[in-house]
């Protein structure tokens, strides 16, 4: 892990200009928050991945995120556990879990994944 014991590490996709994108976004919006968030991209980076216990393929479909602990979250739990640190996008992270929304919002954010990889040629 890294230095700070509240530091969560991303897991991203460095290739994909959306999720630069959505990186730059959150920085701006968690502000001083962001200083706990140590970002890595995942291209070539198999071995450190699966040493972690991360599949690459899944990597590149799902956000994966390392707690301070040493636990890993992807998916939806990845996003509401980065999101709940920021102050603006707690209530979102909350609303992300809840049982109604979670399971269409899952199958939205894969369908949109699984395009954005098709799109440009990468789809494991």
Same mark, same amino acid.
């Given at each position: 892990?890294?230095?700070?014991? *509240?530091?969560?590490?991303?897991?991203?996709?460095?290739?994909?200009?959306?999720?630069?994108?959505?990186?730059?976004?959150?920085?701006?919006?968690?502000?001083?928050?962001?200083?706990?968030?140590?970002?890595?991209?995942?291209?070539?980076?198999?071995?450190?991945?699966?040493?972690?216990?991360?599949?690459?393929?899944?990597?590149?479909?799902?956000?994966?995120?390392?707690?301070? *602990?040493?636990? /890993?979250?992807?998916?939806?739990?990845?996003? /509401?556990?980065?999101?709940?640190?920021?102050?603006?996008?707690?209530?979102?992270?909350?609303?992300?879990?809840?049982?109604?929304?979670?399971?269409?919002?899952?199958?939205?954010?894969?369908?949109?994944?699984? *395009?954005?990889?098709?799109?440009?040629?990468?789809?494991?």
């Amino acid at each position: 892990m890294t230095e700070s014991g *509240n530091t969560l590490r991303v897991f991203y996709d460095g290739a994909c200009p959306s999720c630069r994108r959505d990186r730059r976004q959150y920085e701006r919006l968690a502000g001083r928050a962001a200083d706990q968030v140590e970002w890595v991209d995942i291209t070539g980076r198999d071995e450190e991945l699966k040493a972690r216990g991360i599949d690459p393929d899944m990597a590149l479909k799902e956000l994966h995120v390392e707690d301070q *602990n040493g636990h /890993i979250h992807s998916e939806l739990d990845a996003y /509401i556990l980065l999101m709940s640190r920021v102050p603006l996008l707690k209530p979102l992270a909350w609303i992300i879990s809840l049982p109604v929304i979670r399971p269409l919002l899952s199958r939205l954010y894969h369908r949109m994944v699984t *395009n954005r990889l098709e799109r440009t040629g990468r789809m494991p």
